[in-house]
């Protein structure tokens, strides 16, 4: 489902994020991307949704070879994979309603459908009640639902997540991390980065840990330790 073979990122101002990394991710896998601050973590995922390029090395998301991927696919190659961010990033002039359904007007779903969709995942993550309220008259959790809607209402193979509990109190990331299991029960891998260690020695799943650019442990059901 993923594949990264000899990876390597330096941004321009010389910092070399990435260091050389080879890591396959199959289908229906939940992994928890671990590691200190500055460790390379954000540039890892966001290099498997094309938000970063590598400077070399090759990436392979569902059948999609980066290195020839045409600029104009780019946004079919977004629909099949869900982000969500540590800050929600929803466009607060729109309701909960309008952030889910953006993200289906924009590839011109037909209205039922998108209606149908939208309520679909809204009631999937507890927010049918408070479809018409805006961003700003939501809880932290609410909002991260949203951006979780937002992130699956395109039935996405891949759900990537960059320290979705990042900004949210222990109990309401609990609450989000169970979101995310009956995501993940669904069918659909998720790459989780995370500094939620309480989540990742709990609810065991496959831990990458990077440090300095590279991966320094791999392990199915291994905890959080740094
Ligand atoms: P993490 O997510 O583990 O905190 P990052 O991938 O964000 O790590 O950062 C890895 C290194 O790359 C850090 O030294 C960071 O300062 C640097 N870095 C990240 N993004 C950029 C960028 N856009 N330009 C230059 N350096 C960056
Ligand atoms: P099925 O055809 O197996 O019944 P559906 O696609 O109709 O599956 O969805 C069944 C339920 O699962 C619905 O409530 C739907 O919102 C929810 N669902 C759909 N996609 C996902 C997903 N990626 N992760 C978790 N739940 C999902």
Excluded at 100 to 115: C, G, M
Excluded at 204 to 214: F, K, P, T, W
């Amino acid at each position: 489902m993923i594949t990264m073979k000899n990876v390597y990122k330096k941004y321009k101002n010389g910092v070399v994020a990435v260091n050389g990394i080879d890591i396959e991710i199959d289908r229906g896998e939940f992994v928890y991307v671990v590691g200190p601050s500055g460790a390379g973590k954000s540039t890892f995922i966001k290099m498997m949704y094309r938000e970063d390029i590598p400077t070399s090395g090759d990436i392979i998301v569902n059948g999609i070879n980066f290195a020839t991927l045409r600029r104009k696919r780019i946004p079919y190659l977004r629909r099949k994979i869900g982000v969500v961010f540590q800050d929600f990033k929803l466009l607060s002039k729109l309701t909960v309603y309008e952030n889910v359904a953006y993200a289906l007007e924009v590839i011109e779903d037909s209205p039922v459908q998108i209606r149908s969709k939208v309520n679909d995942v809204l009631a999937l993550v507890g927010l049918t009640q408070k479809a018409r309220m805006f961003p700003n008259e939501l809880s932290g959790g609410e909002q991260q639902r949203v951006s979780i809607a937002r992130s699956i209402v395109n039935a996405p193979e891949i759900v990537i997540a960059d320290e979705p509990t990042g900004n949210l109190d222990p109990d309401t990331a609990w609450e989000i991390m169970q979101i995310f299991e009956q995501i993940n029960a669904h069918g659909t891998t998720i790459i989780m980065a995370t500094h939620n260690k309480d989540i990742v020695n709990k609810i065991r799943h496959r831990v990458i840990a990077i440090d300095s650019g590279i991966v320094t442990r791999d392990e199915y059901g291994g905890n959080y330790s740094l």
